[in-house]
């Protein structure tokens, strides 16, 4: 620490199924991680993968620990201590990591420069969601949203609504919410309510959400911005909105609050934000869910790209980045639609079963029975 003292941190990492390619996902710092919530997120990667068709298996990593009340120097000395402790277990061909909650560029450009280190030549493709002058991909920061944005849309397009005359909440305003939201306003959608973890704010009519990121910069929060009043994140969830896209962290919509949904949509920003039992009840009740494995891939499919940038040293232009996502965002989006007509059943469960296929077979030619 920066007055001397040492202070030991607990991290962890997981590598689920690898069926399909190397382990592939993000890295939390969270005062809450625990080994099973690293190895649950290891598993909803292995099947966003397959569900996008990208060559990976699932992984995910965390540290326990409140960034907030580190020091810049004291966040980098963290990161790297991280990546010296999994250096044996990670690599270009092996697990490949990413940004999750409270992790961004500035981090996985410390931890490249680590395993690069250690491994005695540069090694870009080992983690993605890097700064762009050490091997970013452009359309990375914003890949997470604009994938939300484009399974909303294709959303809309199944239920013949028009982005005009519809109105969305979003739970989160971090790299996920924020370019949610923009995104949507982008498409005509209004942006009636946001939040962060100081609680949300609320307009009827709507608020310009570019608006809202720069108050951010000045106040430090998304509560008081002109003209709004302020609610609770649990409101927030509750609005009579026809998105409502949760964009934080898990279990924001449970057995207990399920019933007072009121959005057609829930587009899940987040990864795991409806618990099993909501699932149950909002499905009864004819509620779209856009699955995390699905409405969130946005993020991983161009990690994609940017490894794969990365490995060919060949880069991208942010037009075709767009595209590329844009064009296997939809085909997945059609293929779980379709599976859902095809089996009656929820997109949920058509994105499992996508992924089910895919992988069980990789696994079967690879002859791991
Ligand atoms: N952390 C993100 C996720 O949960 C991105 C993972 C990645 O890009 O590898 O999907």
């Known amino acids: 620490m920066d007055d001397g003292r040492l202070e030991v941190y607990k991290g962890y990492r997981a590598q689920h199924n690898t069926a399909l390619g190397p382990a592939k996902g993000g890295i939390r710092f969270h005062q809450n991680v625990n080994m099973d919530e690293v190895k649950t997120l290891s598993f909803w990667m292995t099947f966003k993968c397959a569900i996008l068709n990208l060559p990976y298996g699932g992984g995910k990593g965390g540290v326990i620990v409140e960034p907030r009340n580190l020091s810049r120097r004291e966040l980098e000395s963290l ?54 002058t050490i091997g970013g991909s452009a359309g990375r920061g914003s890949a997470t949203g604009r994938g939300v944005m484009f399974t909303v849309r294709e959303a809309f397009k199944k239920l013949g609504l028009n982005a005009n005359q519809t109105t969305a909440a979003v739970q989160g305003f971090g790299n996920v919410g924020s370019f949610t939201a923009k995104l949507l306003y982008d498409i005509g959608v209004t942006i009636v309510a946001v939040s962060d973890v100081h609680g949300a704010i609320y307009k009827a009519d709507g608020f310009n959400p570019y608006a809202v990121e720069e108050y951010i910069k000045d106040k430090g929060s998304v509560m008081g911005f002109p003209g709004t009043s302020s609610m609770s994140n649990a409101e927030l969830l509750e609005l009579p909105v026809t998105v409502l896209a949760p964009c934080a962290l898990e279990s924001q919509i449970t057995g207990d609050n399920a019933d007072r949904i009121k959005a057609r949509i829930i587009a899940e920003g987040a990864n795991g934000p409806t618990t099993p039992a909501a699932d149950e009840v909002l499905a009864n009740r004819g509620v779209m869910i856009i699955p995390d494995v699905l409405a969130n891939a946005g993020g991983v499919t161009v990690s994609y790209f940017e490894w794969v940038q990365n490995l060919y040293r060949y880069y991208w232009t942010e037009k075709e980045v767009h595209a590329r996502q844009e064009e296997m965002m939809v085909e997945a989006f059609e293929k779980v639609y379709e599976t859902s007509k095809k089996y009656q059943s929820t997109l949920r469960v058509a994105a499992y079963i996508v992924a089910l296929e895919r992988l069980t077979e990789a696994m079967k030619l690879r002859g791991w029975y």
């Open 79 to 132: 990161s790297r201590g991280y990546i010296q402790k999994i250096a044996p277990i990670i690599g270009e061909y092996v697990d490949i990591l990413a940004p999750d909650v409270n992790t961004d560029s500035r981090i996985m450009g410390w931890m490249m420069d680590e395993y690069s280190k250690s491994f005695g030549r540069l090694a870009s493709g080992v983690i993605t969601g890097k700064p762009k």
